[in-house]
T-cell receptor
């Protein structure tokens, strides 16, 4: 079983739509969680961190359910510029005290006019 | 100023050759990484260095050898290149003290082995 699993999509949505992505993780030593965005042929960039209480940044809302080991990202009022691959990311605490960052395979989103 | 820069951006080479990719970060971060993104777009960690010390070494063929001359640089040398090594290699850095530390990526080095 992969440590971080996501629906690869693609999700094809019209402008203005609301779209939600889900992610599950398997390692209970997972400590912190993020969503990254990767545009075609570009490097990944941090979109937002995910907190236990849930957090919002403009049109983007992230949720974490530690009991179910589940993370979500909600995008409201989709824009053409939201078209990208969204990567679910988990930091796992190592025995050494450091951590390892694991990326999901990503969910592709296409927003169409 | 580019925070994390890696060179070359594109590399086309023959099987069996040896090649290197260089990475430098000017963010003052303690930790640097190499990730491999294959044709299926799966981003997988290869190595992690903290203050020039290797802390993560995933199951990677020993043809891959990272070298960190100082904490601002992490180079990747690949011996005896194989077709399956074709991928985009991303260098990244973070401030390890913060568990929630953001990873900053370079633009990637696209390696094609013929």
């Amino acid at each position: 079983r992969k440590e971080v699993e996501q629906d690869p999509g693609p999700f094809n949505v019209p402008e203005g739509a609301t779209v939600a992505f889900n992610c599950t993780y398997s390692n209970s030593a997972s400590q912190s969680f993020f969503w990254y965005r990767q545009d075609c042929r570009k490097e990944p960039k941090l979109l937002m961190s995910v907190y236990s209480s849930g957090n919002e940044d403009g049109r983007f809302t992230a949720q974490l359910n530690r009991a179910s080991q589940y993370i979500s990202l909600l995008i409201r009022d989709s824009k053409l510029s939201d078209s990208a691959t969204y990567l679910c990311v988990v930091n796992i605490l190592l025995n050494t005290g450091g951590f390892k960052t694991i990326f999901g395979a990503g969910t592709r989103l296409f927003v169409k006019a | 100023d580019t925070a994390v820069s890696q060179t070359p951006k594109y590399l086309v080479t023959q099987m069996g050759n040896d090649k290197s990719i260089k990475c430098e970060q000017n963010l003052g971060h303690d930790t640097m990484y190499w990730y491999k993104q294959d044709s299926k777009k799966f981003l997988k960690i290869m190595f992690s260095y903290n203050n020039k010390e290797l802390i993560i070494n995933e199951t990677v063929p020993n043809r891959f050898s990272p070298k960190s001359p100082d904490k601002a640089h992490l180079n990747l040398h690949i011996n005896s290149l194989e077709l399956g090594d074709s991928a985009v290699y991303f260098c990244a850095s973070s401030q390890v003290q913060s568990l929630g530390g953001e990873l900053f990526f370079g633009e990637g080095s696209r390696l094609t082995v013929l």
